[in-house]
């Protein structure tokens, strides 16, 4: 079975500066998906990145960039030019990429709370 | 913009009532999941359903039930409540195809007394 494992349960960042979460998984699987979700204190999660597993190319979004090493089973994901609106929880998630029933389904990080100083 | 609604933010209900928590979706996806979000366990799966009344169990099923009469919703349901079932649940869709995104709902923060 997958696991995703987040080691980070708080992070800080000062506003402007950069930070790096981490997140490791295990698999067997060779084609996946692996994603960021955010949730702010609204609880509305929100897509933030996602990677392709065949992608060699790191996913970059406006501010967030990932760190992708899959020999290493790795995924970070950096922040830049941190906000204040940046603080939430973040979730790292896979999903593998064949077969159906439960196998499409997210599997979950325990999360990272980010917080953000002005 | 695709929209997930869950029925209430907030539940309060008593041991051993029956309770509904409800979840509807506006665009057509086959896939609907109902998650679990405790502090520090992170969310994990309840149940989830790929089509209209077919339904397959996820991670922690024991206590819960689903129902999916209509392809747009998707219901959890709580046969007794318990107080160990005081949790944040979210529900997602997501449409059939490896390369798709999950949507997810507002939450809803059920507190049994």
């Known amino acids: 079975a997958q696991t995703v494992t987040q080691s980070q349960p708080e992070m800080s960042v000062q506003e402007a500066e950069t930070v790096t979460l981490s997140c490791t998984y295990d698999?067997?699987?060779?084609?996946?998906?692996l994603f960021w979700y955010k949730q702010p204190p609204s609880r509305q999660m929100i897509l933030v990145i996602r990677?392709?597993?065949?992608?060699?190319q790191n996913a970059t979004e406006n501010r967030f960039s990932v760190n992708f090493q899959k020999a290493a089973k790795s995924f970070s994901l950096k922040i830049s030019d941190s906000q204040l609106g940046d603080a939430a929880m973040y979730f790292c998630?896979?999903?593998?990429?064949?077969?159906?029933?439960?196998?499409?389904?997210?599997?979950f990080g325990k999360g990272t709370k980010l917080s953000v100083k002005p | 913009d695709v929209k997930v609604t869950q029925s209430s933010r907030y539940l309060v209900k008593r041991t051993g009532e029956k309770v509904f928590l409800e979840c509807v979706q506006d665009?057509?996806?086959?896939?609907m999941f109902w998650y679990r979000q405790d502090p520090g366990l992170g969310l994990r799966l309840i149940y989830f359903?790929?089509?209209?009344?077919?339904?397959e169990k996820g991670d922690i099923p024991e206590g819960y039930s689903v129902s999916r009469e209509k392809k747009e919703r998707f219901s959890l349901i709580l046969e007794s409540a318990s107080t160990n079932q005081t949790s944040m649940y979210l529900c997602?869709?997501?449409?059939?195809?490896?390369?798709?995104?999950?949507?997810f709902g507002q939450g809803t923060r059920l507190t049994v007394v």
């Open positions: 665009m057509d996806h086959e896939n």
């Open positions: 698999t067997s699987e060779s084609d996946y998906y």
């Open positions: 998630a896979y999903r593998s990429a064949v077969g159906g029933g439960s196998q499409g389904n997210l599997i």
């Open positions: 359903s790929y089509d209209v009344k077919m339904k």
């Open positions: 990677q392709e597993a065949y992608k060699q």
């Open positions: 997602a869709s997501r449409p059939t195809g490896a390369n798709t995104e999950a949507f």
